[in-house]
């Protein structure tokens, strides 16, 4: 099946007692046993939900990995994976990842004795220049949020192999529409499943899937144990959201292109951050690895006059955290997605004051183009 068919009927959408095309919300806390001696399928939710599970078989299919799994928020799902690791290992991970990922390494985790080293992933002689003999994996995003750099992911997986490390993606910008990084030899995929793949603003949610059986039962029992688990209501929203995933990746990726292009002849814009743009770096690699620039896009701008200016005025795009909703999203990194990131640490990265970031929605890009224009074209 292709994608867009694989959306809607990749997992049996059809209930097999009643024919529901909608697959059941199972709410059900615990479930009865028969027999003493051989306990069904389920027993208590924490460990296993009949519409978690469907999510988690769409989104292994997806991605094509082995195992999928849905946790609680994207953030859950990064701690899960991290727990694969122990006191005293080492990861090398992208310098401007997310703000709550850095959160939680340089936090949580350092406290708990696992050390990580922030580098350059662009340029992979930096990450092979981090790897140590404790190193244990690395921890990639590509496009990087906020500053859209692009990691060459085959490059990277090749690296690992040759050290026995493990290769970790956020594929959250892209989903895997536009990117499957299993296919290209990586080991784990996460996503902030709140964005694209839920789509409508209205779940936090996360998932790591694993390419093969064994790492995938290793982050089942995280998963048991540890207990993060996504509530059944919000699993079927997440399987509604997914069906849609083809079409509104289609439309944020064309009204992107839209808009960084009028971005790009602004005076009051410096700089725009956008892997559709033949001279973004990295734009070559991108184009080898994903089938399309996504959704987002982030820009700087002339002055923090102007910046504060445009966050607060625009109407149409929400000035809000979050991303890959059908309504446009504006926000501020500086203050929202890397706000855990001190300030000196961001300006190292390039994470300016100036900086904002576009979630280009389902509204008419000639739309959000005249409502920013009010303030840039003054």
């Known amino acids: 099946m292709k994608f867009a068919t694989e959306l809607i009927h990749g997992v049996d959408p059809i209930d097999p007692e009643h024919g529901s095309v909608s697959h059941p919300i199972y709410l059900s806390s615990t479930f009865a046993q028969r027999s003493v001696d051989s306990f069904g399928r389920y027993d208590y939710a924490r460990s296993g939900n009949p519409t978690r599970e469907a999510l988690e078989e769409a989104m292994a299919g997806l991605e094509k990995g082995a195992v999928g799994l849905a946790f609680a928020s994207g953030i859950a799902a990064t701690a899960s994976t991290l727990l694969l690791f122990k006191p005293g290992d080492h990861l090398v991970v992208c310098e401007d990842v997310y703000g709550g990922t850095f959160r939680l390494l340089t936090t949580l985790f350092k406290g708990w004795g696992l050390e990580a080293t922030f580098v350059d992933a662009t340029d992979v002689a930096a990450i092979a220049a981090a790897i140590r003999p404790e190193t244990k994996a690395l921890y990639l995003e590509t496009p990087s949020n906020p500053l859209i750099k692009i990691t060459d992911l085959p490059a990277a997986v090749a690296l690992a192999k040759e050290n026995g490390i493990l290769t970790i993606v956020d594929n959250t910008f892209m989903t895997p529409y536009l990117q499957r990084p299993l296919e ?44 993060a688990v996504l509530g ?97 999203i504006l926000s501020y990194p500086a203050k929202m997605s890397h706000a855990a990131m001190p300030p000196a640490e961001r300006e190292t990265r390039g994470i300016k004051d100036t900086l904002v970031r576009l979630s280009v929605g389902l509204e008419d890009p000639d739309d959000l183009i005249a409502d920013m224009a009010r303030f840039l074209n003054v």
């Open 184 to 227: 290209l030899g990586c080991d784990i995929v996460v996503h902030s499943g709140t964005k694209f793949l839920n789509g409508h603003s209205d779940v936090i949610c996360g998932f790591a899937v694993a390419r093969d059986q064994e790492l995938g039962q290793r982050l089942r029992f995280i998963q048991n144990a540890f207990g």
């Open 232 to 328: 059944p209501q919000d699993c079927w929203l997440v399987l509604r959201g997914l069906k849609t995933l083809k079409v509104r990746m289609e439309e944020h990726q064309a009204s992107a292109r839209k808009i960084v292009a009028w971005l790009c002849g602004q005076k009051q814009v410096r700089r725009v951050y956008y892997p559709g743009l033949p001279d973004h770096p990295g734009h070559e690699i991108h184009n080898r690895q994903a089938s399309g620039p996504g959704g987002v896009l982030s820009f700087e701008l002339e002055n923090y006059d102007v910046t504060k200016r445009l966050l607060e005025g625009v109407k149409l795009a929400a000035f809000a955290v979050s991303l890959g909703g059908v309504e446009s």
